[in-house]
Antibody, heavy 116, light 109 residues
Framework: EVQLVESGGGLVKPGGSLRLSCAAS????????MNWVRQTPGKGLEWLSS????????FYADSVKGRFTISRDNAKNSLYLQMNNLRAEDTAVYFC?????????WGQGTLLPVSS | SSELTQDPAVSVALGQTVRITCQGD??????ASWYQQKPGQAPVLVIY???NRPSGIPDRFSGSTSGNTASLTITGAQAEDEADYYC????????????FGGGTKLTVL
């Protein structure tokens, strides 16, 4: 059974930093492009970042470029999102998702409130 | 443009057919995928590569594309289909390779 489990969310102050993790199991993690997607409370989905299977290709949405860094450790079947200089508007549920042309598996998400 | 536009809300009578649309220039060169999201849950892929269903998705869900418009059709909508539906596609713009539509709230009456 494919599982993606996010962790690392929690209340952080504006300007703070946090690292999210996504633990993968049930599929060949090292063969898949992985992604981070977020959802502001009551709003739609926003793609944030993608990383290719061997980390060769990395892309970011303009809204997080320069502040967020995606990475992965294929030996640990894990995906990460380092988030710096957090803003109130970064408050959202953060999902990891697998896939390139389409996102076939999603984690349950981790909530990140950014507030003083 | 690298945007995908969806109607905010659509309703359908129980057992009837409903079409949810998604418009955007990226759809002229990339397939749309569709996701169903129920309150408090993660999105679930329901259609990919224009008209393929993952295992476990009922065959009442189908997809199609014409020009810059992709459609998700639910033939014989059920109460459990009430959810938010999002489209997405890859975008040839190097600066933002993935784009999501704003979502459509489907109400089954």
């Amino acid at each position: 059974e494919v599982q993606l489990v996010e962790s690392g969310g929690g209340l952080v102050k504006p300007g703070g930093s946090l690292r999210l993790s996504c633990a993968a199991s049930g599929f060949i993690f090292s063969a898949y492009t992985m992604n981070w997607v977020r959802q502001t409370p009551g709003k739609g989905l926003e793609w944030l970042s993608s990383i290719s299977s061997s980390s060769t290709y990395i892309f970011y949405a303009d809204s997080v470029k320069g502040r967020f860094t995606i990475s992965r450790d294929n030996a640990k079947n894990s995906l990460y999102l380092q988030m710096n200089n957090l803003r109130a508007e970064d408050t959202a549920v953060y999902f990891c998702a697998s896939g390139y042309d389409y996102f076939d598996y999603w984690g349950q998400g981790t909530l990140l409130p950014v507030s003083s | 443009s690298s945007e995908l536009t969806q109607d905010p809300a659509v309703s359908v009578a129980l057992g009837q057919t409903v079409r949810i649309t998604c418009q955007g220039d990226s759809l002229r060169s990339s397939y749309a995928s569709w996701y169903q999201q129920k309150p408090g849950q993660a999105p679930v892929l329901v259609i990919y590569a224009k008209n393929n269903r993952p295992s476990g998705i009922p065959d009442r869900f189908s997809g199609s594309t014409s020009g810059n418009t992709a459609s998700l059709t639910i033939t014989g909508a059920q109460a459990e289909d009430e959810a938010d539906y999002y489209c997405n596609s890859r975008d040839s713009s190097a600066y933002r390779p993935v784009v999501f539509g704003g979502g459509t709230k489907l109400t089954v009456l």
